[in-house]
């Protein structure tokens, strides 16, 4: 069984900053892509921003040069550094990982339950 669990979010006031985090557990043979999306009341789901296994990292232009994503492949675990937040940064944040559970098996993605981020003066 395979679980991913968010946290570090909260409410922010305009221009502040938050670090959300998602570790992956279970049985994991490996994960590729990890990543964080939002999804704001009445909106679809969103990629806010990726990182591969290699590294390779891809931001929503909406947050380029204030969100910063990184992960501990030792610790399974992504992270998602956000600064000089702005109302509409408001929404549920989810994180999800690609992975494998055995070493021939299929990749799957799974998500995590959500963060609340809300920025409100």
């Known amino acids: 069984q395979v679980q991913l669990v968010e946290s570090g979010g909260g409410l922010v006031q305009p221009g502040g900053s938050l670090r959300l985090s998602c570790a992956a557990s279970?049985?994991?043979?490996?994960?590729?892509?990890m990543g964080w999306y939002r999804q704001a009341p009445g909106k679809q789901r969103d990629v806010v921003a990726t990182?591969?296994?290699?590294?390779?990292?891809n931001y929503a232009d909406s947050v380029k040069g204030r969100f910063t994503i990184s992960r501990d492949n030792a610790k399974n675990t992504v992270y998602l550094q956000m600064n000089s937040l702005k109302p509409e940064d408001t929404a549920v944040y989810y994180c999800?990982?690609?992975?494998?559970?055995?070493?021939?098996?299929?990749?799957?993605?799974?998500w995590g339950q959500g963060t609340q981020v809300t920025v409100s003066s």
């Open positions: 990182i591969t296994s290699a590294g390779r990292i």
């Open positions: 279970g049985s994991i043979f490996s994960i590729d892509t």
């Open positions: 999800k990982s690609a992975l494998k559970i055995t070493r021939l098996g299929r990749w799957n993605d799974y």
